[in-house]
């Protein structure tokens, strides 16, 4: 058994503001996704996002403070103790802390299936070396994670985009090469993606 207090978890800030922390990861948990959110400078507890693609149901609970949820047209205000569980994953939700405390636990999983870790948790976790511009880092967080998740399309655009950051372009080329290769959407964004700048005029870069 491994006991916690969720502020002695590490502490990510993400590009849009809240404050991820992860249990999930910080335990090694492979049977279900739970992670913590706090407020960050926007005030952002959770992200706004639906579940379409992963097709996840998620309960939030908070665990401090308040918290306003946006589900879909409606908002709720949460305090202590209080659950908000979503299964439509096409309704957009969102949070923001109404106090400087507040703590949200969120867990989820696709019903029917067993669990999976998600590649967007090395997407958050790079997070704060890619601000850094600590390519290698990133490249490190995504590398491990694709041996997870070999071949997943996702990770490999994003390990691409660390990897031309970071002065691998022969690297970048080819993986995101792949990336298009298993879901060709990737070749429209690394169009208009600065992180390809420096590759973009290449041969064999993908075409849009």
């Keep these: 058994m491994n006991v916690a207090h969720i502020d002695e978890l590490d502490r990510l ?28 400078a ?44 979503i299964s439509d994953t096409t309704l957009r939700r969102s949070a923001v802390g109404l106090s400087d405390d507040a703590a949200v636990i969120a867990f989820g999983g696709k019903p029917g299936e067993a669990f999976e870790v998600s590649a967007w948790e090395a997407m958050f976790a790079a997070t704060p070396a890619a601000q850094a ?47 298009v290769a298993l879901e060709p959407k990737w070749a429209a964004y690394a169009a208009k993606d600065s992180d390809f700048a420096a590759i973009r005029n290449e041969q064999g870069f993908p075409a849009a």
Excluded: S
């Design 133 to 179: 511009e600590d390519w290698d880092e990133a490249i490190r967080i995504h590398v491990e994670a694709l041996e997870e998740k070999p071949n997943h399309p996702a990770l490999l655009y994003n390990l691409a985009c660390m990897e031309c950051r970071g002065g691998h372009a022969l690297d970048a080329l080819l993986h995101l090469q792949q990336a």
């Design 42 to 85: 926007t005030k952002q507890v959770i992200e706004t996002h639906t579940e379409n693609q992963l097709e996840h149901r998620e309960i939030y609970l908070v665990l401090r403070g308040r918290v306003q949820f946006t589900v879909g047209d409606d908002t709720h205000n949460l305090t202590q103790g209080q659950l908000i569980y």
């Design 13 to 40: 800030e993400m590009a849009d503001g809240f404050v991820w922390r992860p249990v999930r990861r910080a335990f090694g948990i492979q049977a279900f996704g739970v992670n913590v959110y706090t407020p960050g």
